[in-house]
Every structure is written in C-alpha cells, then in structure tokens.
C-alpha cells in the first residue's frame, strides 16, 4: 500500500498529466478550452432507483473541455439537514456516437469542524467510489441509445466488506412529441451489487423535457420523469429547471 506522500504524488503526476494533455490538444485544436457552469433545481436527489435527498436538492456542476476530453465537478446539496451531501469529480472522452467516463463519487458527512477524509484512498475505507461509465447513443443509426456503469475500487462493498463491483446498464429509447423530448428507460443490475441482491430492473420510467419560453431573449429547460423501482416496489416523480 502507497504511503500518504507517495499516492498525494501520485494523484499530483496524474493532474499534472492530465493538464499536459490538455494543453496540448488545445494547441493542436488551436482553439481556447469551453468552460461551463451551471446547476439543476431538482425536487429530490433521485438516482438509478434511490431517492437520495428527503427534500429539494441544488445540483451545481462546473467543466472545463479541450477537444474530446472533459474534465469536471458534479455536486448535490438538499436543502434540509442530510447525513451526507455529494461532491464527485469525473474526466470523459467522447467519440462520435460514445463517451467514457471516469467518475468518482465522494459524500462527505456534512457538519462543520468535521474533517471529511478527502485524501484517504485506502480501499477498506475510504468514501470515494469509482465507476467507469460507457455511453453509447444513435445506436446502428436508430434512436437507442445505452449506459453501462461499474464500480471498480473503494466504497461500493458488501456486508463482509468485499467489493461488489456493481454493475448497471439502462438502455434508453427516443422521440419526439410535440415541443418535448421524450426519453423511456430501462436500468437493470445483472447480478448482486448495491442496487439489489440479484438481477433485477431498478429503475424503469420516463422522462420529459422541454425548453419553457420566459421571454424573446431567454428559455428555462425544464424536465418531468415517473420511475419505479420494481425490486424496492417504490416509485417516484420528480421535476427539475436547469440554469
């Protein structure tokens, strides 16, 4: 196991990579990196089956792209007292029709003078979880598109502190309706993992959006989904405006 100075030199050779290869393909692009920020007003943290906020939840992100590559914060914070909040950094590469994406989540307890243990990478206790995400869309030119998921390291372990390497794929289908886009999902989990102790679908439902027209000079994206869960029986309805 690397010792604390090793992995903070590890992780800073990483970073300092990663911003040579930036760098570089901006100057071959010859062209300046596209920053973004913005944020979502969700009625509930809602994810892959699991409502994960008992109350409204601001999603702010922030994202710097050179080329195909993206590197970027996603974070939630509920609007009542929670246990946790969630903060997550993740880095992607897109394709034409696919992107992969490193992403790693990290929920801190969320009080004051609390130290949330950021730099702990151990894999028997650390908070951070690591997925590695595929997407895929226009699929053989059709309007199916797929997500795939699996934990690979840290906090995703079962009840004897094994690793369940999770695993999720939620095929989706689109179209149009009107002024709204309209996405069907099917997530499912093929074996045991935190999403359910076997194969089951986890997350069906459907979603809405559309752009809500304020004035001549700006619009409010606005989304509406239903889900159920069929292995927790639960189901869910949840809306949410982008800034």
């Known amino acids: 196991m690397l010792s604390k100075k090793k992995r903070v030199h590890a992780w800073s050779c990483s ?12 100057q071959e692009e010859n062209s300046l990196s596209d920053w973004s920020i913005g944020g979502d007003l969700v009625t509930r943290f809602y994810w892959r089956g699991m409502n994960l906020s008992e109350s409204p939840a601001f999603q702010p992100y922030f ?10 914060s996603w974070g939630s914070y509920s609007f009542s007292k929670e246990p946790c909040q969630e903060i997550d950094m993740y880095v992607s590469f897109e394709m034409k029709n696919a992107r992969i994406t490193v992403y790693d989540y990290f929920s801190p307890t969320d009080s004051m003078d609390v130290s949330h243990h950021y730099f702990d990478w151990h894999n028997q206790s650390t908070a951070h979880a690591v997925e590695v995400i595929v997407e895929a869309w226009g699929i053989l030119g059709t309007p199916f598109s797929l997500e795939a998921g699996v934990f690979v390291y840290g906090d995703d372990k079962s009840d004897t502190g094994d690793n369940y390497y999770s695993a999720y794929f939620e095929p989706r289908y689109h179209f149009s309706a009107g002024e709204n886009e309209i996405r069907v999902f099917a997530g499912f989990t093929p074996m045991e993992s935190l999403y359910a102790d076997q194969f089951d ?11 809500i027209q304020i004035n001549d000079n700006y619009s409010l994206p606005f989304i509406a989904q239903v889900a159920v869960n069929p292995n927790s029986e639960s189901v869910f309805m949840i809306a949410g405006i982008s800034f």
């Open 15 to 26: 970073v300092l990579l990663l911003l040579n290869i930036l760098s570089v393909s901006a």
């Open 63 to 72: 994202e710097c792209s050179v080329g195909a590559v993206t590197l970027g």
């Open 201 to 211: 679908f986890v997350n069906v439902g459907i979603m809405a959006s559309r752009e």
